[in-house]
């Protein structure tokens, strides 16, 4: 074990794509950067629920998902105000026992997540924050993002950081619930509202079950 290092096991209750997005109030860019296991067990003999970030490598060698119990070693983040997982760097996993089949087949969806150009060709829309923590935590079609927001381009070191939660499930999917339309802090007090049509657009190329 090295400095820092901290030893966790548990039982995976999900796994969610690893997305980070930059804002500069009306354009919008994506970074895929792996998988958050969403973990109920303990981390350094503390008992709680808490993430881990994993590379997509890592991923697409285990297939973790779901009902796998896991164990290894992470760091905690050094920024958890800008982090969507508790602790990084995993490494030493083993599988205490893998999930039995057959899974949920959804809402939540709770197999294995798939590779994150997935993801970034289904496109997502907007989720309310208290439905992602209520009822999509554990589904693979839902995600918490870190949100880096260029405020003033002509001052690129301004910026502001939060959270947002979007969702790639089926359209149809009884559980969706959009929330709030997001406002995007710019130069000189302006604001620009993200509107339903932008969603509307970004999962038109998907029938209602896709």
């Known amino acids: 074990m090295t400095a820092g290092q901290v030893c966790w096991r548990g039982l995976v209750l999900g796994v969610q794509?690893?997305?980070?997005?930059?804002?500069?109030?009306?354009q919008r860019s994506h970074s895929y950067l792996g998988y958050v296991l969403l973990i109920d067990g303990s981390a350094g003999d503390?008992?709680?629920?808490?993430?881990?970030?994993?590379?997509p490598e890592t991923q697409a060698k285990h297939g973790?998902?779901?009902?796998?119990?896991?164990s290894g070693m992470a760091h905690p983040v050094a920024n958890p105000e800008r982090e969507t997982a508790d602790?990084?760097?995993?490494?030493?996993?083993?599988?205490?026992?893998?999930?039995?089949?057959?899974?949920?087949?959804?809402?939540?969806?709770?197999?294995?997540?798939?590779?994150?150009?997935?993801?970034r060709d289904r496109g997502h829309r907007r989720l309310d924050a208290r439905t992602h923590d209520a009822k999509c935590r554990t589904c693979r079609w839902g995600c918490r993002m870190a949100v880096e927001i260029i405020v003033d381009q002509w001052k690129p070191d301004r910026r502001e950081?939060?959270?947002?939660?979007?969702c790639y499930r089926p359209k149809s999917c009884p559980s969706y619930r959009p929330g709030p339309t997001r406002k995007v802090p710019g130069r000189k007090g302006m604001s620009w509202e993200e509107e339903d049509?932008?969603?509307?657009?970004?999962?038109?190329?998907?029938?209602?079950?896709?």
């Not at 950081?161 to 979007?166: A, N």
């Not at 969603?199 to 998907?206: I, K, L, S």
Request: hydrophobic share 40%; glycine share 6%; charged share 25%.
């Open 161 to 166: 950081h939060r959270f947002e939660t979007f």
């Open 46 to 55: 503390v008992p709680r629920q808490f993430t881990v970030r994993i590379g």
């Open 64 to 70: 973790i998902r779901a009902g796998d119990r896991l």
């Open 17 to 26: 794509p690893r997305i980070d997005l930059m804002r500069s109030f009306d």
């Open 197 to 210: 049509w932008v969603d509307e657009d970004v999962v038109a190329h998907r029938g209602p079950d896709e």
């Open 87 to 119: 602790f990084y760097k995993a490494s030493a996993l083993e599988f205490g026992a893998r999930a039995a089949d057959p899974l949920s087949s959804g809402p939540p969806w709770l197999a294995a997540p798939p590779p994150l150009p997935v993801y």
